[in-house]
């Protein structure tokens, strides 16, 4: 809604009249207040800030205390209480508080001082486990605010402060700073454009507007916060809204970015929700077993508290079947991997790209500044006629004045890059920072060692309100600069790709200066001198020119398409040097160990291309380095019988960059008709029925018949806005984060954010640690599910009480579930990890030698526990199940017959209630059941236990300590199994050293120490809670030594010799079977089939 404020001239600046010019929606409305002001001009004088230098010191903080700084209002958290409100929600966690409120309330009227215990106990342990799962939800929520803090710490934007462009965070911005824009920038704050520049700016993401919008000074001349500039030379703004008070600041403050799942969090919800089916159909069983055992067992004692109890245990095991912990584990894991990938220069924005990239299989690299260091020096080169050779090559005291005058003007006005010259904190640099394109730093580094200031040649040859400055255009490969001229004339200058330029030259500059026809033979000389400066893996760049005498010759629309592309002269062509990084060699060995093909796609051209990709090692003596205008020629047929060997694309567009990423993972590739029709509509000639096997990237039905098994797992490096198609069409794309622009950062899934190669390589290590560390953690988790539903379902169909009670059953969940997936999920890369081949898209989650774990351990553990269960009171020498530890003695006045043990008169009976204080005062069962001689009644002598008194216990015996030994030396048991279970757990294939590195995971051994302290408390204390008993020390150290016997049995499985499915793995050679005719072709094939005779 627009603003009814009135601005007048003479008002004071401030923020209403700020907010004024700047209302949503409503450009037109501001730009009518903007002109009563007297535009931007008026604007800058209330604010008193020069257009020219920008604002003082002085002024920033003037300007800071009265607008404040730039910082956004962080998007709103979910509140602890509402995420444990969703936690106790979860279905059966109400089931259970029903059940538990049944228990409770049935307990208090049977036993008002007892009954309340298991109800209570029950409500305790699902508030410790609702608790919980909030905190670890509200834990995430932290840990992904505090990455997006750490890297908007490394943001910066270029303002103009006291004359100097500086870099500096655009939370440092304040109102009337001059902004400093580029292509692929970011718009850090609202501003107003304040030179004649024209810029194109996507606000998508502001507006929902698709289309890139023209913005000018004299027209639409408002820049939005969080937009992109998709188009622009050097652009100057006025920053007007900052912060709250910018259009992207109140519209963040009621953002709430929903979660998404990533594929593996969605395959393994599947798999909980078919484990809670087995689940279910247990806990059923169980429930069957438990209500029959009631008359079976009990004679049908207690019916009602019975069936409460068996439906308190079906229930619980319910929630130990069903893992919920394998979600949780893949969210523990990422947070943790996504910390510590930021710690390696990887910053994760899509949560999903970390687990995808684990099995990536190709990686199609840019080269410069990512396998290169995008340090650019010119060394040598071809000048007007005269070749300077990297001795010869210097400060240009031999060349012509007239050539270097022309070439850096050339260089000083066709760029997009500059110098700035201190840091954040106004600290000298020890030389100067280009920002912007590194080889137009190079360019302007030779001409400051020729004696001449860009920024001095710029200001004076250059007019903003006449001339222009085009960006680089990816589909001339050049970018160029309109200059008029004093005397009327008008001068094109233009430099790029050198094949591009050179074949638009028909003259040359003589050594002179002056214009020459150029010859064949010159042509032919400067193309081999082209070839061999790319032959020693020099970058190579031409710089032409041509004269207009009066502006009038110029096209009608120079202005949208300057006449750069006919009748060039030949200025110069450089020979640029970029090393390669010291750890990219290393680097691109690694990734091809681990089975990933590496790919160079780039510019260049295919000499420079192959003999960097040879020194990186990507090259191999049967790959293919091709050039983008004959790949883009080819079929689908024709470049599936080469896709496999291709190893170098050089001279390519960013179009065919895209082509190839679709190509090779079916992403974008037209499915319908439809599709196809849209996709090809501007090419002229081409029909659905004739041409949709015959264009790249090809129709979805072809692709899916060559390729039965899928596709490949493509990660691809952009740094450039028209990169974004790309890095969009890759599994997983990857921008960079120092020379990246702000449109691929967006367009990607991770930023690599010192733009190396190795770090891209440390990407897939913590990707396939994910995996792994989700699959150790599964592999934990269905043992302890198997083994804990089929223990208390054999106990109670055997007629035993449950062997796990609902209380011990919630525990052992949060050992396995939060406990285990902290443990499990925490494991850092090895080595090891990139020694493998990547798994294919449809690999099963649990492997053979997973299968293999499993069994074996759950094998062993259950038939511990069932001999445990069925033998151990006897071989522990305790009572069976559960027993009385200490009786009182009622005062009823009963008497028993000794000899018969019947009921009877005080005449007959010599067996009162009072008996039990004679022979068994302070004690429990054991007592109660020995048989000892109680007296001679007839003559007859009496050898009895008082459990052969009719209903004796019964009716003058109150339990005051219950005796739960043979169920706590059980539930002691079981948890020792799986605190050593964990251990073995953190190897899937045969390694038998189940402690390598675990010094170094200080979570799993807090994990580990903190299960074991917390089971010694509720054994010891958990009492008629959790119907436990103290353990005597021999009894502790023989439970822990059977769950130590895990070890064993997980060395001992290891031997069994079993593999993992050779199909579960990537394999290259198997996958490329998909080439025509399944052969590979010849050298000389290749070269017929790419139209081309050069196949390096």
Same mark, same amino acid.
């Given at each position: 809604?627009?603003?009814?404020?009135?601005?007048?001239?003479?008002?004071?600046?401030?923020?209403?009249?700020?907010?004024?010019?700047?209302?949503?929606?409503?450009?037109?409305?501001?730009?009518?207040?903007?002109?009563?002001?007297? &535009?931007?001009?008026? #604007?800058?004088?209330?604010?008193?800030?020069?257009?020219?230098?920008? #604002?003082?010191?002085?002024?920033?903080?003037?300007?800071?205390?009265?607008?404040?700084?730039?910082?956004?209002?962080?998007?709103?958290?979910?509140?602890?209480?509402?995420?444990?409100?969703?936690?106790?929600?979860?279905?059966?966690?109400?089931?259970?508080?029903?059940? +538990?409120?049944?228990?409770?309330?049935?307990?208090?009227?049977?036993?008002?001082?007892?009954?309340?215990?298991?109800?209570?106990?029950?409500?305790?342990?699902?508030?410790?486990?609702?608790?919980?799962?909030?905190?670890?939800?509200?834990?995430?929520?932290?840990?992904?605010?505090?990455?997006?803090?750490?890297?908007?710490?490394?943001?910066?934007?270029?303002?103009?402060?006291? &004359?100097?462009?500086?870099?500096?965070?655009?939370?440092?911005?304040?109102?009337?700073?001059?902004?400093?824009?580029?292509?692929?920038?970011?718009?850090?704050?609202?501003?107003?454009?304040?030179?004649?520049?024209?810029?194109?700016?996507?606000?998508?993401?502001?507006?929902?507007?698709?289309?890139?919008?023209?913005?000018?000074?004299?027209?639409?001349?408002?820049?939005?916060?969080?937009?992109?500039?998709?188009?622009?030379?050097?652009?100057?703004?006025?920053?007007?809204?900052?912060?709250?008070?910018?259009?992207? &600041?109140?519209?963040?403050?009621?953002?709430?970015?929903?979660?998404?799942?990533?594929?593996?969090?969605?395959?393994?919800?599947?798999?909980?929700?078919?484990?809670?089916?087995?689940?279910?159909?247990?806990?059923?069983?169980?429930?069957?077993?438990?209500?029959?055992?009631?008359?079976?067992?009990?004679?049908?004692?207690?019916?009602?508290?019975?069936?409460?109890?068996?439906?308190?245990?079906?229930?619980?095991?319910?929630?130990?079947?069903?893992?919920? &912990?394998?979600?949780?584990?893949?969210?523990?894991?990422?947070?943790?991997?996504?910390?510590?990938?930021?710690?390696?220069?990887?910053?994760?924005?899509?949560?999903?790209?970390?687990?995808?990239?684990?099995?990536?299989?190709?990686?199609?690299?840019?080269?410069?500044?990512?396998?290169?260091?995008?340090?650019?020096?010119?060394?040598?080169?071809?000048?007007?006629?005269?070749?300077?050779?990297?001795?010869?090559?210097? $400060?240009?005291?031999?060349?012509?004045?007239?050539?270097?005058?022309?070439?850096?003007?050339?260089? +000083?006005?066709?760029?997009?890059?500059?110098?700035?010259?201190?840091?954040?904190?106004?600290?000298?640099?020890?030389?100067?920072?280009?920002?912007?394109?590194?080889?137009?730093?190079?360019?302007?580094?030779?001409?400051?060692?020729?004696?001449?200031?860009?920024?001095?040649?710029?200001?004076?040859?250059?007019?903003?309100?006449?001339?222009?400055?085009?960006?680089?255009?990816?589909?001339?490969?050049?970018?160029?600069?309109?200059?008029?001229?004093?005397?009327?004339?008008?001068?094109?200058?233009?430099?790029?790709?050198?094949?591009?330029?050179?074949?638009?030259?028909?003259?040359?500059?003589?050594?002179?200066?002056?214009?020459?026809?150029?010859?064949?033979?010159?042509?032919?000389?400067?193309?081999?001198?082209?070839?061999?400066?790319?032959?020693?893996?020099?970058?190579?760049?031409?710089?032409?020119?041509?004269?207009?005498?009066?502006?009038?010759?110029?096209?009608?629309?120079?202005?949208?398409?300057?006449?750069?592309?006919?009748?060039?002269?030949?200025?110069?062509?450089?020979?640029?040097?970029?090393?390669?990084?010291?750890?990219?060699?290393?680097?691109?060995?690694?990734?091809?160990?681990?089975?990933?093909?590496?790919?160079?796609?780039?510019?260049?051209?295919?000499?420079?291309?192959?003999?960097?990709?040879?020194?990186?090692?990507?090259?191999?003596?049967?790959?293919?380095?091709?050039?983008?205008?004959?790949?883009?020629?080819?079929?689908?047929?024709?470049?599936?019988?080469?896709?496999?060997?291709?190893?170098?694309?050089?001279?390519?567009?960013?179009?065919?960059?895209?082509?190839?990423?679709?190509?090779?993972?079916?992403?974008?590739?037209?499915?319908?008709?439809?599709?196809?029709?849209?996709?090809?509509?501007?090419?002229?000639?081409?029909?659905?029925?004739?041409?949709?096997?015959?264009?790249?990237?090809?129709?979805?039905?072809?692709?899916?018949?060559?390729?039965?098994?899928?596709?490949?797992?493509?990660?691809?490096?952009?740094?450039?806005?028209?990169?974004?198609?790309?890095?969009?069409?890759? $599994?997983?794309?990857?921008?960079?984060?120092?020379?990246?622009?702000?449109?691929?950062?967006?367009?990607?899934?991770?930023?690599?954010? $010192?733009?190396?190669?190795?770090?891209?390589?440390?990407?897939?290590?913590?990707?396939?640690?994910?995996?792994?560390?989700?699959?150790?953690?599964?592999?934990?988790?269905?043992?302890?599910?198997?083994?804990?539903?089929?223990?208390?379902?054999?106990?109670?169909?055997?007629?035993?009480?449950?062997?796990?009670?609902?209380?011990?059953?919630?525990?052992?969940?949060?050992?396995?579930?939060?406990?285990?997936?902290?443990?499990?999920?925490?494991?850092?890369?090895?080595?090891?990890?990139?020694?493998?081949?990547?798994?294919?898209?449809?690999?099963?989650?649990?492997?053979?030698?997973?299968?293999?774990?499993?069994?074996?351990?759950?094998?062993?553990?259950?038939?511990?526990?069932?001999?445990?269960?069925?033998?151990?009171?006897?071989?522990?020498?305790?009572?069976?199940?559960?027993?009385?530890?200490?009786?009182?003695?009622?005062?009823? $006045?009963?008497?028993?017959?000794?000899?018969?043990?019947?009921?009877?008169?005080?005449?007959?009976?010599?067996?009162?209630?009072?008996?039990?204080?004679?022979?068994?005062?302070?004690?429990?069962?054991?007592?109660?059941?020995?048989?000892?001689?109680?007296?001679?009644?007839?003559?007859?002598?009496?050898?009895?236990?008082?459990?052969?008194?009719?209903?004796?216990?019964?009716?003058?015996?109150?339990?005051?300590?219950?005796?739960?030994?043979?169920?706590?030396?059980?539930?002691?048991?079981?948890?020792?199994?799986?605190?050593?279970?964990?251990?073995?757990?953190?190897?899937?294939?045969?390694?038998?050293?189940?402690?390598?590195?675990?010094?170094?995971?200080?979570?799993?051994?807090?994990?580990?120490?903190?299960?074991?302290?917390?089971?010694?408390?509720?054994?010891?204390?958990?009492?008629?809670?959790?119907?436990?008993?103290?353990?005597?020390?021999?009894?502790?150290?023989?439970?822990?030594?059977?769950?130590?016997?895990?070890?064993?049995?997980?060395?001992?499985?290891?031997?069994?010799?079993?593999?993992?499915?050779?199909?579960?793995?990537?394999?290259?050679?198997?996958?490329?079977?998909?080439?025509?005719?399944?052969? +590979?072709?010849?050298?000389?094939?290749?070269?017929?089939? #790419?139209?081309?005779?050069?196949?390096?």
């Amino acid at each position: 809604m627009a603003s009814n404020t009135q601005i007048k001239p003479d008002d004071m600046l401030n923020q209403p009249l700020l907010d004024a010019l700047n209302v949503e929606q409503a450009k037109d409305e501001n730009k009518k207040k903007l002109m009563s002001i007297n &535009g931007v001009e008026g #604007l800058s004088k209330l604010i008193g800030v020069s257009i020219q230098t920008g #604002l003082t010191d002085a002024q920033v903080v003037t300007l800071r205390g009265k607008f404040g700084i730039n910082q956004f209002p962080e998007s709103p958290m979910e509140s602890f209480l509402s995420l444990l409100f969703k936690a106790l929600t979860d279905t059966t966690l109400l089931i259970l508080i029903a059940a +538990a409120t049944v228990s409770l309330i049935i307990g208090l009227i049977e036993d008002p001082a007892e009954g309340w215990l298991e109800g209570t106990a029950i409500f305790i342990a699902v508030f410790l486990v609702s608790n919980i799962a909030a905190f670890n939800d509200y834990s995430k929520q932290l840990q992904f605010r505090a990455l997006e803090a750490s890297s908007q710490k490394d943001e910066r934007a270029s303002v103009l402060r006291d &004359g100097a462009i500086h870099r500096i965070n655009p939370k440092e911005i304040v109102v009337g700073d001059i902004l400093i824009l580029q292509a692929g920038d970011m718009i850090p704050a609202d501003a107003i454009i304040c030179d004649d520049s024209t810029v194109l700016a996507n606000e998508s993401s502001l507006t929902g507007e698709p289309d890139d919008l023209k913005k000018s000074k004299d027209k639409d001349c408002f820049l939005l916060s969080s937009c992109l500039i998709t188009e622009a030379e050097e652009c100057r703004a006025l920053v007007i809204g900052i912060g709250t008070h910018s259009q992207w &600041g109140k519209i963040k403050a009621n953002l709430v970015s929903e979660a998404v799942n990533t594929p593996l969090q969605d395959k393994l919800e599947d798999m909980t929700q078919t484990i809670g089916y087995i689940g279910m159909v247990a806990s059923f069983g169980t429930f069957v077993a438990l209500v029959v055992s009631i008359w079976a067992r009990h004679g049908g004692k207690d019916v009602a508290q019975g069936i409460v109890n068996a439906f308190i245990v079906a229930v619980t095991i319910v929630v130990v079947a069903i893992p919920e &912990g394998l979600p949780l584990a893949v969210v523990i894991s990422l947070a943790y991997s996504t910390k510590k990938m930021y710690q390696d220069q990887c910053f994760i924005r899509v949560l999903a790209a970390c687990e995808t990239m684990g099995n990536a299989t190709n990686i199609c690299s840019d080269k410069t500044g990512t396998l290169t260091e995008n340090k650019m020096t010119v060394v040598e080169g071809l000048f007007a006629d005269t070749v300077y050779t990297q001795e010869q090559f210097g $400060d240009g005291s031999t060349m012509a004045h007239e050539v270097k005058v022309l070439i850096a003007e050339q260089v +000083a006005v066709n760029r997009t890059a500059y110098f700035v010259h201190t840091d954040q904190d106004g600290k000298p640099l020890p030389k100067p920072q280009c920002i912007g394109n590194k080889t137009e730093g190079a360019l302007m580094t030779m001409i400051q060692q020729w004696g001449f200031n860009h920024d001095e040649v710029k200001n004076k040859v250059y007019d903003q309100k006449k001339d222009k400055v085009f960006a680089f255009n990816s589909g001339k490969k050049r970018s160029t600069a309109v200059l008029h001229n004093a005397n009327g004339s008008v001068r094109i200058y233009c430099k790029g790709a050198s094949e591009w330029v050179l074949k638009d030259c028909t003259m040359m500059m003589d050594t002179k200066g002056n214009p020459a026809p150029l010859s064949d033979m010159k042509r032919n000389v400067i193309e081999k001198h082209i070839e061999a400066m790319a032959s020693r893996a020099l970058r190579t760049l031409v710089l032409a020119h041509k004269d207009y005498s009066k502006a009038s010759e110029l096209p009608a629309n120079w202005m949208e398409n300057p006449p750069d592309n006919t009748n060039l002269i030949f200025d110069c062509v450089v020979g640029i040097i970029d090393p390669l990084r010291s750890d990219v060699i290393d680097a691109v060995r690694t990734a091809q160990n681990a089975g990933v093909v590496v790919r160079m796609v780039t510019g260049d051209n295919v000499a420079t291309a192959s003999a960097i990709a040879r020194q990186c090692g990507i090259l191999t003596p049967d790959g293919l380095a091709i050039e983008g205008p004959n790949f883009r020629k080819m079929t689908p047929q024709e470049l599936d019988a080469i896709l496999p060997r291709i190893q170098v694309m050089a001279r390519s567009s960013p179009d065919d960059k895209y082509l190839l990423v679709t190509r090779l993972n079916g992403h974008g590739i037209p499915a319908t008709k439809e599709e196809w029709v849209e996709k090809f509509k501007d090419r002229e000639g081409v029909t659905f029925e004739n041409d949709r096997d015959k264009l790249l990237p090809g129709f979805r039905d072809e692709w899916e018949a060559s390729r039965p098994e899928g596709g490949d797992v493509v990660g691809v490096t952009g740094d450039g806005t028209n990169d974004a198609p790309a890095l969009k069409a890759a $599994d997983v794309g990857l921008s960079m984060g120092i020379t990246g622009t702000k449109v691929a950062q967006g367009a990607s899934d991770i930023v690599i954010l $010192d733009d190396k190669f190795s770090s891209i390589i440390r990407a897939i290590s913590w990707g396939r640690a994910v995996f792994d560390n989700i699959r150790k953690f599964l592999q934990f988790q269905l043992t302890v599910n198997l083994v804990a539903l089929l223990i208390v379902f054999i106990g109670s169909v055997a007629g035993f009480d449950p062997p796990l009670n609902s209380i011990q059953l919630l525990w052992v969940n949060l050992v396995m579930d939060t406990m285990g997936a902290l443990a499990l999920g925490t494991e850092a890369p090895t080595p090891e990890l990139l020694q493998r081949k990547p798994y294919k898209r449809q690999a099963s989650l649990i492997s053979r030698p997973m299968w293999r774990n499993i069994i074996c351990q759950a094998t062993f553990q259950l038939v511990l526990l069932l001999v445990l269960l069925f033998d151990g009171a006897h071989l522990f020498g305790v009572e069976e199940g559960i027993s009385c530890l200490k009786y009182s003695v009622q005062s009823n $006045d009963l008497y028993w017959n000794a000899v018969t043990g019947a009921k009877t008169d005080s005449a007959s009976g010599t067996i009162t209630c009072k008996s039990f204080n004679t022979y068994c005062k302070g004690e429990g069962y054991s007592c109660l059941k020995t048989s000892r001689y109680l007296g001679t009644y007839n003559g007859v002598e009496a050898h009895k236990a008082l459990t052969d008194m009719t209903d004796f216990a019964d009716k003058c015996l109150t339990c005051t300590t219950k005796d739960y030994t043979h169920g706590t030396i059980i539930f002691n048991t079981f948890i020792f199994c799986q605190v050593f279970n964990e251990y073995t757990a953190r190897k899937l294939g045969d390694d038998m050293n189940m402690f390598s590195g675990i010094a170094g995971n200080y979570i799993f051994l807090f994990v580990s120490i903190f299960t074991v302290f917390s089971q010694v408390f509720l054994v010891e204390v958990g009492g008629d809670a959790l119907q436990t008993t103290p353990l005597t020390l021999i009894q502790w150290l023989i439970t822990i030594g059977l769950g130590a016997g895990g070890l064993i049995v997980g060395a001992l499985m290891r031997l069994i010799p079993i593999k993992d499915d050779p199909n579960s793995f990537f394999d290259h050679k198997q996958h490329s079977n998909y080439v025509v005719a399944g052969a +590979a072709k010849s050298d000389d094939e290749v070269a017929a089939l #790419l139209h081309n005779d050069k196949v390096v």
